[in-house]
């Protein structure tokens, strides 16, 4: 195959996108379409080799293996390895078992399937992630598994054996593409990551490959190339720079970043002036090194945001950048380019890596899942004792609605069973609190129902689309069933506000959020206290628990670095959580009157300090969700206000959670 220093370019023109989004530059709030274009690549790269192999009759299954492995693995082992001292070093127990069973995953060219399984990839936890971006290798293992049988299978001699190929693929993506956008619009976690979902993006480069053997001999007038490689490049820009982590995707959407990579491709011809650009040094340089680049970046970037105390700064990731292409360019250097070379290490060689590498990396993967996350070696007695009690609620998963497992107001879970009901509603910040009011209330002749919808802003009375439309039909329902039912007297409301009124802080504190437009904030402000005027409508004495303090970092990592943690552990200043509290209680006087108002920092904090955990005891099982405990002391809050007579202590969900008869938290131990 003849090689062509334009598609160098083009990988340069998807890499760099990659690595300034997962940088956090807003410019490039699109560049995770950067993985869209190494799939064209790919695919048009694999099958142009396999199909002038196949043609001539030199094919080897055999061989073609022994060159992804060349291309794919001494570069991913040395990266891998390198990764592990600060893997250790750096990360809490809870991340270090993650971080060892993304290990394992990409040993066994699964780590799409392990990222599907426990991480959102636009979330600000996948941040965290060394390896998160092995996803995209493992589509691309199994895509090269499976191509060369489907080639084999379907190829013949002759003109008619491209023809079928070609059938096969276009209907192949469609058939890929149709699932796509299926998952985008119902079940976006799971068309992110797979290869089902992502092999139309691989075989359009397959399909590019078979016209652009057509088109060569047939290259047509310079003009009408010219014209389409632009608009290849305009159509990536476009997708770079306007795509944002908001839209459904892989989708129809991807269909521009795709068809521009595979119309670059076709058409940035000898000739052209894209050609000439996509072939200049610069650009051929940064291709030939991008998938080292690519390699190095995410680790890098993730253990940053682990050590650092605050997030990272943009020089911090400046810098980041660079050292990113310094050791993409040794890693290119001095293991890349001589595991490619055929004389200098032989196949068997080659296959010998490729298993003990593997064979390895899934020991210590299996060694750390088992281990939970080596936690006896990294932790003291004191930090174990205090990260038992970071647990969420053992119901969890049962009672709780996600855009996949919608719990209808119907078949709401209820806790103890009593004549008399209180509902708790609101987003994920209620799921523990309805446990630990349930818990403090099955004495009193009182059940609580609980109704939650993870992520879910208030949006009441509003017809949404996209990521809030389930939430808002949940919502609907759920106020309505709530505010009808004459079983219930009570409703306590709970909602992480701030951050469905201005965003999540994780990513830049210290920093304020300020996400969300102010036309938003007020139609959600405004849907906030509808809804309560609605509970009280329908005859409900109502509880309003304002957001509780966000801690800098999750409660695990909180314990890690105190000093001290079985005294306390400190969480964000008291001055800032009330600059970010400061919309919210400055229009309390909004609040409809009767409405009984708890705000939890006026438990965890202090003047100076709001506090992870105290006396042993962890309030938070993350960054933000109350453990049980935290919400016992906002359920007894609650009690005391509503109904004095409960202040009485419950049974000891603190002391549960340290015996380990509740569930552990994500981050917590066993």
Not at 59 to 64: E, I, K, P
Not at 399 to 407: G, M
């Amino acid at each position: 195959m003849k090689y062509r220093p334009e598609i160098n370019g083009l990988r340069a023109i998807a890499v760099m996108p990659v690595i300034l989004f997962h940088a956090g530059l807003s410019l490039c709030r699109g560049g995770f379409v950067g993985v869209d274009i190494f799939f064209v690549i790919s695919g048009y790269l694999i099958t142009s080799l396999l199909l002038a192999e196949m043609e001539s009759g030199s094919f080897s299954l055999a061989s073609f293996y022994e060159r992804r492995a060349r291309r794919l693995l001494p570069a991913l082992f040395t990266v891998l390895l390198c990764c592990l001292p600060f893997a250790w070093a750096w990360l809490s127990p809870g991340d270090l078992k993650n971080f060892t069973q993304s290990l394992a995953a990409v040993a066994l060219f699964a780590s799409n399937l392990f990222f599907w399984k426990t991480s959102d990839y636009f979330d600000a936890s996948a941040e965290f992630k060394p390896l998160l971006h092995t996803w995209s290798l493992a589509v691309e293992e199994q895509y090269y598994f499976l191509f060369p049988l489907l080639l084999l299978l379907v190829l013949r001699p002759g003109k008619q054996g491209r023809r079928r190929l070609a059938a096969i693929i276009l209907a192949s993506i469609l058939g890929s593409l149709a699932l796509a956008q299926w998952s985008a619009l119902s079940r976006p976690e799971l068309g992110f990551y797979l290869l089902p979902t992502r092999a139309w993006e691989l075989l359009i480069g397959a399909g590019t490959a078979i016209l652009a053997g057509r088109a060569s001999s047939q290259p047509g007038k310079r003009w009408i190339n010219e014209l389409v490689a632009w608009s290849g490049l305009a159509a990536i820009a476009w997708a770079i720079f306007f795509y944002d982590g908001q839209l459904p995707y892989p989708s129809v959407y991807t269909l521009v970043p795709t068809l521009g990579a595979a119309s670059i491709i076709l058409c940035a011809r000898e000739g052209t002036t894209a050609n000439r650009i996509l072939g200049s040094k610069l650009l051929v340089g940064i291709g030939l090194v991008s998938y080292s680049a690519y390699l190095w970046h995410q680790p890098l970037f993730a253990f940053a945001r682990n050590v650092s105390p605050d997030f990272p700064r943009w020089q911090t990731y400046g810098a980041l950048v660079a050292v990113t292409m310094v050791l993409a360019g040794l890693t290119w250097k001095y293991i890349e380019t001589p595991f490619r070379d055929g004389k200098r290490v032989r196949r068997s060689s080659i296959f010998a890596l490729a298993l003990l590498g593997n064979l390895a990396f899934l020991a210590v993967g299996l060694s750390g899942h088992a281990t939970n996350g080596f936690a006896r070696w990294k932790t003291t007695d004191e930090q174990l004792a205090v990260l038992r009690t970071a647990v969420y609620s053992p119901r969890r998963a049962e009672c709780h609605s996600t855009d996949t497992h919608i719990v209808d107001a119907s078949h709401a879970c209820e806790y103890f069973a009593a004549d008399e009901k209180w509902a708790v509603f609101g987003d994920s910040h209620t799921v523990e609190l309805a446990y630990a009011l349930g818990n403090r209330l099955k004495n009193s002749g009182a059940a609580v129902r609980h109704y939650s919808f993870s992520g879910c802003a208030p949006v009441y009375g509003r017809v949404m689309t996209g990521s809030l439309r389930h939430c808002a039909e949940w919502t609907a329902r759920t106020v309505e069933d709530i505010a009808s039912d004459p079983r219930i007297s009570h409703v306590v409301v709970s909602y992480r506000i701030h951050a469905a009124l201005f965003g999540t802080h994780e990513k830049i504190y210290p920093d304020l959020p300020d996400e969300i437009g102010s036309e938003e904030r007020e139609r959600r402000w405004a849907s906030f206290l509808a809804v309560l005027r609605r509970f009280q409508y329908g005859g409900k004495q109502v509880v309003l628990v304002i957001q509780a303090p966000e801690l800098p970092r999750r409660i695990d990592q909180l314990v890690m670095r105190a000093a001290h943690p079985a005294a306390s552990v400190a969480g964000v200043s008291r001055s800032w959580w009330d600059k970010r509290n400061h919309y919210v209680m400055s229009r309390l006087d909004q609040v409809p009157p009767g409405v009984k108002v708890i705000d939890p920092a006026a438990l965890f904090c202090d003047r100076q300090t709001c506090f992870g955990a105290k006396d042993g005891v962890a309030f938070y099982f993350d960054d933000n969700h109350l453990s049980l405990a935290g919400a016992d002391e906002v359920a007894a809050a609650i009690a005391d206000a509503a109904m004095p007579a409960l202040r009485q202590p419950s049974a000891p969900l603190a002391a549960m959670a340290a015996t380990g008869t509740v569930q552990r938290g994500q981050h917590g131990l066993k």
